[in-house]
């Protein structure tokens, strides 16, 4: 079975430094893969997205993911981040171009000044 | 920008009530789905939507659950007879049929309690 493992739930930094959201997903087929940020109070909005040819993913806000298929992971990066970054942020994967969207349980990050 | 849509913001229902959840995609797509998040939980798959017809739903979408698109511009999500359970936020998305990448659009949600 398909499924998407976010590694930490919460992770806290400190403003201007770098983060790494972690992203590990099952899957015995091809995969287009996804990293949406919902802020508080807020919907669900797509910062990058995975889908073939470069690893490496460049998304809004200055995020970015890389694709690592031998490890199955798609973890999610910025050097430097804002208090304006707190939210919730979920890794997701589907399988074919008009299947749901499984997603993973969700990392919070919290930026303290 | 075009964007998806939802009706009301926040719902709130006796247990045993029926409640009909609004959505108004993006008008120039074909797929549609609906997801719901239980509070502090992930974001799960309900339904999806196709040419007027369910194409796949999960265990969550029982028989109280039904899905509409009654003209051409909304999608409705119908709760029959509400449970305590049902409290969640509702997201709807949207997709054009063209692209070959499975990007939806999430609308801004509906916040369903259920008293």
């Known amino acids: 079975a398909q499924s998407v493992t976010q590694l930490d739930s919460q992770v806290p930094v400190f403003e201007e430094a770098p983060v790494e959201l972690r992203c590990n997903y099952s899957?015995?087929?091809?995969?287009?893969l996804f990293w949406y940020v919902q802020y508080p109070n807020q919907g669900l909005q797509l910062l990058l997205k995975?889908?073939?040819?470069?690893?490496l993913v460049k998304g809004i806000n200055g995020f970015e993911a890389e694709f690592n298929k031998s490890q199955t992971s798609f973890h999610l990066r910025k050097p430097s981040v804002h208090i304006s970054d707190t939210a919730e942020y979920f890794c997701?994967?589907?399988?074919?171009?008009?299947?749901?969207?499984?997603f993973g349980s969700g990392t919070r990050l919290s930026i303290r000044p | 920008e075009p964007e998806v849509t939802q009706t009301p913001s926040h719902q709130v229902t006796q247990m045993g009530q029926e409640v009909i959840l609004r959505c108004v995609p993006i008008?120039?797509?074909?797929?549609f789905y609906w997801y719901r998040q239980i509070l502090g939980q992930k974001v799960e798959f309900l339904v999806s939507?196709?040419?007027?017809?369910?194409?796949?739903k999960s265990e969550i979408f029982d028989d109280q659950f039904s899905v509409e698109r009654p003209d051409g511009s909304n999608f409705t999500l119908k709760i029959r007879s509400t449970k305590l359970e049902d409290s969640a936020m509702y997201f709807c998305?949207?997709?054009?049929?063209?692209?070959?990448?499975?990007?939806?659009?999430f609308g801004p949600g509906t916040r369903l309690t259920v008293l």
């Open positions: 998305a949207s997709r054009d049929g063209e692209t070959s990448y499975n990007e939806q659009f």
């Open positions: 899957s015995s087929v091809s995969v287009y």
């Open positions: 995975y889908l073939s040819g470069s690893t």
């Open positions: 997701a994967v589907s399988f074919s171009s008009a299947s749901k969207i499984i």
């Open positions: 008008s120039n797509h074909l797929y």
């Open positions: 939507f196709y040419n007027n017809e369910i194409s796949e």
